[in-house]
T-cell receptor, first 112, second 113 residues
Framework: DAGVIQSPRHEVTEMGQEVTLRCKPISGHNSLFWYRQTMMRGLELLIY????????DSGMPEDRFSAKMPNASFSTLKIQPSEPRDSAVYFC??????????FGSGTRLTVV | GDSVTQMEGPVTLSEEAFLTINCTYT??????LFWYVQYPGEGLQLLLK?????DKGSNKGFEATYRKETTSFHLEKGSVQVSDSAVYFCALSPYNAGNMLTFGGGTRLMVKP
């Protein structure tokens, strides 16, 4: 089991550019979560999916952020246009019903 | 809404010292409680959990007891090692919303040889 796989590990982009973060959950896990981690705000839940359907996106900061899960093995988090305050580490996690969360290694995003 | 409060770090200890990281929570009903650990450059890993009052979770020498009367879930270890240096997160999952985890702010532990 390769765990939750996120790509890229690091992303540096200029303000105004589109950024796409990717996540492959563990096979058989039916829930997927996107978190953002910053020094100021800690870990924040952005959105989570259950069986590929978005259940709660109340943590998505604004319309510049969007997330999709077209199938059970892939999800994207897109920021368009990106801003310096979006700089953070973005984590994807997945779980099976009644199981524990498994986190990916994260994507460190820097917007300059 | 639900919330988790942890002691602020960093916590700096010498090797073999006793560790306590305080965690208290606010939630309705009977949440499940968790401790996660994050090593540098990695994602969070589940350390231990407890799903009902008076349960004790334990793993790798770490322990935490679910205390409903004090709404606490303090993390303890009798003798820390340099390899325990990491950030520790307390979290809860509401009873009626089992998918969602609410995290505390994290506590950085630094263990010196």
């Amino acid at each position: 089991d390769a765990g939750v796989i996120q790509s890229p590990r690091h992303e540096v982009t200029e303000m105004g550019q589109e950024v796409t973060l990717r996540c492959k959950p563990i096979s058989g896990h039916n829930s997927l979560f996107w978190y953002r981690q910053t020094m100021m705000r800690g870990l924040e839940l952005l959105i989570y999916f259950n069986n590929n359907v978005p259940i709660d996106d109340s943590g998505m900061p604004e319309d510049r952020f969007s997330a999709k899960m077209p199938n059970a093995s892939f999800s994207t988090l897109k920021i368009q246009p990106s801003e310096p305050r979006d700089s953070a580490v973005y984590f994807c996690a997945s779980r099976r019903d009644s199981g524990g969360y498994t986190f990916g290694s994260g994507t460190r995003l820097t917007v300059v | 809404g639900d919330s988790v409060t942890q002691m602020e770090g960093p916590v700096t200890l010498s090797e073999e010292a006793f560790l306590t990281i305080n965690c208290t929570y606010t939630a309705t009903g009977y949440p499940s409680l968790f401790w996660y650990v994050q090593y540098p450059g990695e994602g969070l890993q589940l350390l231990l959990k407890a799903t009902k009052a008076d349960d004790k979770g334990s793993n790798k020498g770490f322990e935490a007891t679910y205390r409903k009367e004090t709404t606490s879930f303090h993390l303890e270890k009798g003798s820390v090692q340099v390899s325990d240096s990491a950030v520790y997160f307390c979290a809860l999952s509401p009873y009626n919303a089992g998918n969602m985890l609410t995290f505390g702010g994290g506590t950085r532990l630094m263990v010196k040889p």
